[in-house]
């Protein structure tokens, strides 16, 4: 009978994400995520295939943390003005979870799947592929005579929070007195 695993496939992609937060992806290690994990190295080379499959995990749960959030709120939007707070998903997201709020906001995507297998870049696709729909069909729904409406959307909802939220990342986290000035800001993009 095998030992018992000490950690979690969660609690290591968590682990994960908090290095890459501090040290940035080119950097994180395995080594400094056994050390973050408080298990040894060979538990997480035993655990995934490799740094680069481990890296893609990362971004994927922080975007599909990210996607819980923003695409039900989005597809409740009923109207210009509740799409304009869902601009709002962005900076509370970062807050709630600094780390992933980094891997998502301060990196490029690239960064964590450029060496990844296969199968996690082409989840990482459906991800994407999954929030450019929700766009798509809140445009339509929001702004049904604007032929960009859906990159009015993109501006408003993706654009303007992750500029405003980019500035405090790495470092800080975002303050909670900067979602007016978002809100502000997106109301103004779909007017």
Do not use: C
């Not at 039900?72 to 900076?91: I, K, M, Q, S």
């Amino acid at each position: 009978m095998g030992r018992k695993a000490h950690i979690s496939d969660a609690d290591l992609v968590a682990a994960a994400a908090r290095v890459a937060a501090k040290l940035g992806p080119g950097r994180t290690t395995i080594n400094a995520i056994a050390r973050e994990a408080g298990v040894p190295v060979g538990s997480v080379y035993h655990r995934v295939p490799s740094r680069a499959a481990l890296l893609a995990e990362v971004w994927i749960a922080a975007a599909q943390a990210f996607a819980e959030q923003f695409l039900p709120a989005l597809a409740a939007a009923g109207t210009r003005e509740a799409a304009a707070d869902v601009a709002l998903v962005t900076p509370r997201f970062a807050r709630a979870n600094h780390a992933a709020g980094v891997v998502l906001l301060a990196h490029r995507r690239d960064e964590f799947l450029d060496e990844a297998p296969e199968g996690p870049r082409a989840r990482a696709a459906r991800l994407s592929s999954d929030l450019q729909k929700g766009l798509g069909d809140a445009a339509r729904r929001l702004l049904p005579n604007d032929k960009r409406g859906r990159e009015r959307l993109t501006v408003a909802l993706i654009g303007i929070p992750y500029g405003a939220v980019r500035v405090f990342l790495p470092q800080a986290t975002p303050p909670a007195e900067l979602d007016p000035v978002i809100a502000a800001a997106a109301r103004a993009a779909l007017d």
